[in-house]
C-alpha cells in the first residue's frame, strides 16, 4: 500500500486497455480517484465504470484541464503512459514520424507545462512517464519509435534533476514486451525480440507502485534491462555489434 495515493488524484492517458489499463485498476485499488483516459472513449468508459473512475476522453495532448476539473481542481498523479510504437526506418514518411514525436514526446512535455505551475506551488507532485526499455536501449525495425522513447526517457530524466528539490517526484517505466495490443503490431520482430520475456500488464503496474514506495526514478519491470543498459554504456561497439547480429537474425526471417 502507497499511503499518498490514497485519496490522490490520477490521471492515466492511454488506459482503455494494455499497460494503462493495469495501471488506472491498481491507483484504484491503493484508493486513488482516478480519470481514465484514452482515444477511445467506449474503452475509457468501460474502464472507469470498473474501476469506479471518471472517463475523461480525447487527446492525451489536451487532457489537462478537463482531468483536473473531474478531479475537483488537483491533480496529484499524472501517467504520460499513451504511445504509439511507429516501426519503420530513417525513410518512413514524415507524418510518422511527426506523429510518434507528438504522442511519445510532446504530449508528455504538454502535460508537464500544465501540470508544473500548480505543484511548484504546493511544492508536490508525481509524474510517472511510460517509456520502454527502448528508451533505454533501442528497437530493432522501429526507428521512430525508438528514437522518441529515447525523448521520452530524457525529458523524464530532466524534469527529475530539475525539479526534485522542490517537491516533484519523475518515475520512469522501461519494459520490454509486455502482452498488449501494441505487442502483437511489432510483427516478426516482436516475436525475436519481446514475446519471449513478454510480460502481463499486471507486473508493469506492480513494479510502479513498488518503486513509488521505494521512491525509484527508474522502473524496471524487467530487472535484466539494467544489465543491458550498463553493457551499453560500458562498451558500446560491443554492444552495437551484438545488437547489429539481431538485425541480421530478424533480416533472415523476413
Known amino acids: 500500500m502507497v499511503e499518498a495515493l490514497h485519496n490522490a488524484g490520477v490521471v492515466v492517458t492511454g488506459a482503455g486497455g494494455g499497460i494503462g489499463a493495469a495501471l488506472a485498476r491498481r491507483f484504484a485499488a491503493e484508493g486513488a480517484r482516478v480519470v481514465v483516459n484514452d482515444l477511445d472513449a467506449d ?7 470498473e474501476i469506479g473512475g471518471t472517463a475523461v476522453p480525447g487527446d492525451a495532448s489536451a487532457v489537462v484541464d478537463a482531468a483536473r476539473d473531474a478531479l475537483g481542481g488537483t491533480v496529484d498523479v499524472y501517467c504520460a503512459n499513451a504511445g504509439v510504437g511507429s516501426a519503420g526506418s530513417e525513410a518512413a514518411d514524415e507524418d510518422v514520424w511527426a506523429r510518434a514525436w507528438d504522442v511519445n514526446v510532446m504530449a508528455h512535455v504538454r502535460a508537464a507545462h500544465a501540470l508544473l505551475p500548480g505543484w511548484l506551488e504546493r511544492g508536490h507532485g508525481r509524474f510517472v512517464s511510460t517509456v520502454s526499455a527502448a528508451g533505454l536501449l533501442t528497437m530493432i525495425g522501429a526507428a521512430p519509435y525508438s528514437v522518441t522513447k529515447h525523448g521520452a526517457y530524457a525529458f523524464a530524466e530532466w524534469l527529475s534533476l530539475t525539479y526534485r528539490h522542490r517537491g516533484v517526484k519523475v518515475h520512469a517505466i522501461c519494459p520490454q514486451g ?3 495490443d501494441m505487442l502483437s503490431a511489432t510483427g516478426t520482430a516482436g516475436d525475436l525480440v519481446l514475446k519471449p520475456t513478454a510480460i502481463e500488464p499486471q507486473d508493469v503496474a506492480d513494479a510502479l507502485l513498488k518503486g513509488m514506495e521505494e521512491d525509484r526514478f527508474l522502473i524496471l519491470p524487467h530487472p535484466e534491462v539494467a544489465a543491458y543498459y550498463q553493457a551499453r554504456a560500458a562498451e558500446p ?17 523476413r
Open 237 to 253: 561497439d560491443r554492444w552495437l555489434t551484438s545488437m547489429n547480429h539481431l538485425q541480421q537474425k530478424w533480416e533472415a526471417t
Open 178 to 180: 509486455v502482452r498488449t
Open 43 to 49: 474503452k475509457a468508459g468501460a474502464v472507469a465504470e
